[in-house]
């Protein structure tokens, strides 16, 4: 897949340091000059060190600076119209949908960018090898968790999901060193949320975290962390975005588990499917 250098360097940049947004800002204004320029060159013109713009590049997923630029080289080539652009109040209703579903789009392409496949594998191991799996989420997270779910119990592993913080900060506290905690949070940083993983680190429970941003809390105490990259318009905040990306990622992972646990899972939508139909008759 083609790396895609614009669109990473936009997903990446709330979490970039001040010196790194300063060359962020800097290819964003100026590709085509990029594209013609040595890294020592770009490091004069910004008064930084070489280093300091070979370690950006790596922030962002390239091996390096001339990565970088082919990667940039590949889109400036041919004009490129920015889908996530700004929603107008002025725009017809067709445009405004139109813009929505590729800001989606958009989404789900840098997520898909910055995911590292080393964590999904973990991820998925870790599920694999749980007796239990819990997903946590406080205010919109919990909806996402609830769908996580509604998808997870299909699989045969014994999944839970509770709406209210309180119920789920208790049945963390129950949690053992043979399950674990899915916990989902875009900023990564809310109290509750928090508070919850660490009571299921506390009790021995494998740790798995769904957020925006890697230098977050959240992430930091998790096992595994896997991140989702939105960006923030007028009318939609990124944390409302990143929704998408999100239940995507959780998508993944359950398709995984479906294929790694074929037979288990089977019987498992066997048994559902005749629920469902007994409470038809």
């Keep these: 897949m083609a790396q895609n250098c614009i669109g990473k360097i936009r997903s990446y940049y709330a979490r970039l340091s001040e010196k790194e947004k300063k060359i962020a800002n800097y290819i964003l204004d100026n590709p085509e000059k990029i594209i013609h320029s040595t890294i020592n060159e770009l490091a004069e013109d910004l008064n930084v060190a070489d280093a300091t713009v070979f370690r950006f590049c790596k922030r962002i997923g390239f091996k390096g600076y001339q990565a970088m630029k082919i990667a940039l080289a590949s889109e400036i080539i041919k004009p490129i119209q920015q889908i996530h652009e700004e929603i107008s109040e ?139 990259s939105s960006e923030e318009t007028e009318y939609r905040s990124e944390a409302l975005s990143s929704r998408i990306a999100q239940l995507s990622l959780i998508d993944a992972l359950y398709v995984n588990m479906m294929i790694l646990n074929k037979e288990t899972a089977n019987r498992s939508l066997d048994k559902i499917r005749s629920a469902i139909s007994d409470t038809r008759m």
């Design 90 to 228: 002025h725009d017809t209703v067709k445009t405004v949908t139109e813009k929505v579903f590729k800001s989606n789009v958009q989404t789900l392409d840098n997520t898909l960018q910055i995911l590292n496949e080393p964590s999904i594998q973990k991820a998925v191991d870790l599920l694999r090898n749980a007796k239990r799996v819990e997903f946590y989420g406080t205010g919109g997270s919990a909806v996402i968790a609830m769908d996580a779910f509604h998808k997870f119990v299909r699989t045969g592993i014994k999944a839970f999901s509770f709406i209210d913080s309180h119920f789920q900060l208790m049945s963390a506290s129950q949690l053992s060193e043979t399950d674990i905690a899915v916990v989902i949070s875009h900023s990564g940083t809310n109290k509750d949320t928090l508070n919850i993983l660490k009571t299921a680190k506390a009790n021995g429970a494998k740790t798995l975290s769904i957020t925006g941003y890697p230098k977050s809390p959240i992430a930091q105490i998790a096992d595994v962390a896997l991140f989702t």
